[in-house]
């Protein structure tokens, strides 16, 4: 089994939906990722958690808001979709040992 | 800040070509420096990393060498295959604080038989 799951992989909604997009890890670790991957623009972040009771915003939360259920579980929303946030999102966790990162499969959101 | 810079893609070889993608960074400490693959369809792998300078990360083929006096972390494989064919990103990490990771914009590479 893949030890970081997102769910759905691939999702298509409309303008001004609620989208929640959920990230689960076997991996033990305490820090988690979102991510947002456009064509040319590399992977950027969105929020951060280092803990259940620690949440961080990154370089692009605007738009978006984030539940760290369990420290398994990291959950990513989208109060009202637009067009622009149409991406690959990509959920990741870390060590805090080690400064690698291990992601997710990712989630292709399509929002017309 | 931080920030990774790529050499544009896309990049086409044919196969046994050697390969050279460009890496060059900004930090304002002492990063560790990856280098992540992406094949198709699938999410970001870690395909080597270097923690300080001078040091050598090597995986499947592939090697890098942190080299502090020209920022750069260049990525090289001698004799290329089709199945490298993927999109391969640069990336660094601040070792203190959020060890968040700044990314590159990714380099296509495309391997004709």
């Known amino acids: 089994d893949a030890d970081v799951t997102q769910t759905p992989r691939n999702r298509i909604t409309k303008t001004g939906k609620r989208i929640m997009l959920e990230c689960s890890q076997t991996?033990?670790?305490?820090?988690m990722y979102w991510y947002r991957q456009d064509p040319g623009l590399g992977l950027r972040l969105i929020y951060y958690s280092f803990d259940v009771k620690d949440i961080n915003k990154g370089e692009i939360s605007d738009g978006y808001s984030v539940s760290r259920q369990a420290q398994a579980k990291f959950s990513l929303s989208l109060e009202s979709a637009i067009p622009n946030q149409t991406a690959l999102y990509f959920c990741a966790t870390s060590d805090p040992r080690w400064s690698e990162q291990f992601f997710g499969p990712g989630t292709r959101l399509t929002v017309l | 800040g931080d920030s990774v810079t790529q050499m544009e893609g896309p990049v086409t070889l044919s196969e046994e070509a050697f390969l050279t993608i460009n890496c060059t960074y900004t930090a304002t400490g002492y990063p560790s420096l990856f280098w992540y693959v992406q094949y198709p369809g699938e999410g970001l792998q870690l395909l080597l990393k270097?923690?300080?300078?001078?040091d050598k990360g090597s995986n499947k083929g592939f090697e890098a060498t942190y080299r502090k006096e020209t920022t750069s972390f260049h990525l090289e494989k001698g004799s290329v295959q089709v199945s490298d064919s993927a999109v391969y990103f640069c990336a660094l990490s601040l070792i203190q604080g959020a060890q968040k990771l700044v990314f590159g914009q990714g380099t296509r590479l495309t391997i004709n038989p």
């Open positions: 991996k033990g670790h305490d820090r």
């Open positions: 270097a923690t300080k300078a001078d």
